[in-house]
């Protein structure tokens, strides 16, 4: 059975708009420790980093992200339906 590429590049849009939202949230309320864990996740000191959280940013963020992981989630399903079975 070959995925739909319309279904699967939507799926990815709305999973990461969830993400996102989640995140902007967890970063709203810790944001200390989120900048400490991303610093963590890429081998990086982010002590002297800050936040720069506003609502056009993270709605912004929303639409960018969603859209690329839209656009991801689609090329995907393309190529793997391309692929030999």
Not at 31 to 36: D, I, K, L, N, V
Not at 50 to 57: E, R, Y
Request: with cysteine; glycine share 8%; charged share 5%.
């Amino acid at each position: 059975m070959k995925p739909d590429a319309i279904k699967c590049g939507l799926a990815s849009a709305i999973t990461f708009a969830i993400l996102w939202i989640v995140c902007s949230i967890i970063v709203w309320l810790l944001p200390s420790q989120m900048m400490a864990m991303s610093g963590h996740m890429v081998h990086a000191n982010f002590d002297h980093v800050g936040w720069n959280l506003s609502f056009s940013g993270v709605l912004l963020g929303l639409i960018a992200w969603s859209f690329l992981a839209g656009i991801s989630g689609w090329l995907i399903a393309i190529i793997y339906n391309l692929l030999p079975h």
